[in-house]
């Protein structure tokens, strides 16, 4: 690890919904004390808030790796729920497989996908049935 | 228009922020769906809901949305009233369902 880097890792609780972007709140803390303009946060913490509620929801928690230089900002979320069988399906606005319960809370719109796409710089998915879902958000920040 | 406005228009009660009424807002977004407030939401000061779960103000939060309103004589649970403490942010609860809580704001001028 070379000093210009800074490495965070947060825990996802599973199944508390109401402990749901704890760690999005944590890193927008940080974020804010590193003097990161708010524009470059937003871009950050949305994506990160939608797929740390994915994780929650749809899978069993996991785990987040945050990585930050001086010229990026990159968010790993690992879980080991269940996977997305169509990717390309679960990209389109409104399609969800969220709960009557979940969506009484005012989620499973089935936007959360296509909006990290919206905010992020770049987003990278990978997933295996049965096996869990990795999701990288990169923001750059303008020199 | 200042938060204390705000609160008067809306004859609503502060639950937490009275020491950032003198601040001024700008632009209101009224909605139940918190995964609409965080994919249309630009720019928006306040948030009008009837939901009350502390994912609301998470969500305010991720928004830098610094004020919320829960409509309709909702009252939130103190563990959400004590997030948006520690976050800063104001809390008020209105009688006032949302369209109208919407219309006062708006025809007094706030986001026109
Ligand atoms: N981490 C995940 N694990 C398993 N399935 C997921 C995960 N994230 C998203 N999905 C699937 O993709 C769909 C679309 O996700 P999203 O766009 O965030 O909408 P929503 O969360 O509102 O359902 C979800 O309904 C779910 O079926
Ligand atoms: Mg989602």
Known sequence: MDNNTLNIRYEVVAKDFSR???????LKKVLRKLNISPDIIRKVSIPMYE????????ANGGYIDVDITPETIHVVLTDNGPGIADLELAMQEG??????????????AGMGLPNI?????????????GKGTTVEIFVNIPA | ?????????????????TD??????????ACDLMSDVLAFVDNHTILLTGLTNLQVVRTAEMMDMKVIVFVRGKRPDSDVVELAKKKEMVILTTELPMYPSSGILYSNGLGR
């Open chain 1, 51 to 58: 797929a740390e509620i994915n994780m929650v929801i749809h």
């Open chain 1, 20 to 26: 749901a972007g704890e760690a999005s709140s944590a």
């Open chain 2, 20 to 29: 950032y009424l003198d601040e001024e807002v700008y632009s209101a977004f």
């Open chain 2, 1 to 17: 228009m200042k938060i204390r406005e705000v609160a008067k228009l809306l004859n609503a009660e502060i639950l937490t922020g």
């Open chain 1, 95 to 108: 399609y969800s497989t969220a709960t009557d319960n979940v969506r009484e809370l005012g989620f499973g």
């Open chain 1, 117 to 129: 796409k919206k905010y992020s710089d770049d987003m990278k998915i990978t997933t295996q049935l």
